[in-house]
T-cell receptor, first 119, second 116 residues
């Protein structure tokens, strides 16, 4: 069975600090997809990024960057120069890709990390 | 705006009652997913429909059922409600002719269900 673990329940930083959110996953599939979602205080879930299991190239998008390491089954998310508006719950999620399986397409979420950025 | 519409935004009802949550997917999306978010269980997958047919089931209670209609909107029916069913229910949809796990699911704003 697939599993996603976000060991950090809550993180508190001061504005302009860099912060890294950890995500470790378990899956028996060789092909899978990893996602990060953001849930601001207003409650909606916002898609941030997707990464394929066969593409370990790290990615930077503005102040966001993602570090995918298959060898350690980790997909960490870093926010550089954090801002108050980054305060939210961040979820890491896993989707398996084996066609015909009962879990095809569904997302397995971690428990989420509550990030609070203080001014 | 994700393009996924969920109604109602809030629902307050009593134990033993039945409610229906509605979801309209993004234009062009054929797959609809339902998730439940509660404090003790986190975000849990309930059920998935693709083009009108049930595709996958998660930890969905027998008291819960769903369907997807020909116009692709979906409804989640919750019956014999219990206090523990109080949660935020999300609908998500994904793009493509067939549900593909690499396609991001875009979520609606959720329906907050409170059981009194």
């Amino acid at each position: 069975a697939q599993k996603v673990t976000q060991a950090q329940t809550e993180i508190s930083v001061v504005e302009k600090e860099d912060v890294t959110l950890d995500c470790v996953y378990e899956t028996r599939d060789t092909t899978y997809y990893l996602f990060w979602y953001k849930q601001p205080p207003s409650g909606e879930l916002v898609f941030l990024i997707r990464r394929n299991s066969f593409d370990e190239q790290n990615e930077i998008s503005g102040r966001y960057s993602w570090n995918f390491q298959k060898s350690t089954s980790s997909f960490n998310f870093t926010i550089t120069a954090s801002q108050v508006v980054d305060s939210a719950v961040y979820f890491c999620a896993l989707s398996e890709a084996e066609a015909g399986g009962t879990s095809y397409g569904k997302l397995t979420f971690g428990q989420g990390t509550i990030l609070t950025v203080h001014p | 705006d994700s393009g996924v519409t969920q109604t109602p935004k809030h629902l307050i009802t009593a134990t033993g009652q039945r409610v229906t949550l509605r979801c309209s997917p993004r234009s062009g999306d054929l797959s609809v997913y339902w998730y439940q978010q509660s404090l003790d269980q986190g975000l849990q997958f309930l059920i998935q429909y693709y083009n009108g047919e049930e595709r996958a089931k998660g930890n969905i209670l027998e008291r819960f059922s769903a369907q997807q209609f020909p116009d692709l909107h979906s409804e989640l029916n919750l019956s014999s409600l219990e206090l523990g069913d109080s949660a935020l229910y999300f609908c998500a949809s994904s793009v493509g002719e067939e549900s593909r796990p690499d396609q991001p699911q875009h979520f609606g704003d959720g329906t907050r269900l409170s059981i009194l």
